[in-house]
């Protein structure tokens, strides 16, 4: 995998819904990362819920991860709702502190 990919993941694992006390990448929001040719970040995002009062917030601190590596120049975040999220797409670690299990 690209190095810088796995640095706009580290980063992504610093932002929290505000709802859950688990990152947005653990809970499964984050559907793809890409970084092309010209640095630019690509990532796909979902929310758990279409309604998501905090959405435009998340969204931002998605790009702002992105940004806060040091080679990307641009990030463009892309919200979609397919698939819709469900609590399967959580990460083991993030199920345990949620306590689904």
Sequence with gaps: MD????????????????EIPVNIYDLGLIYNVDVD?????NIIMTLTAPGCPVADILVEDVRQAALAVDSITEADVELTFEPPWDKSMMSEEARLELGFF
Excluded: C, G, T, Y
């Design 3 to 18: 190095a810088r990919i796995d640095l706009i993941i580290e980063r992504l694992k610093d932002v929290f819904d505000p």
């Design 37 to 41: 040719d010209s640095n630019k970040a």
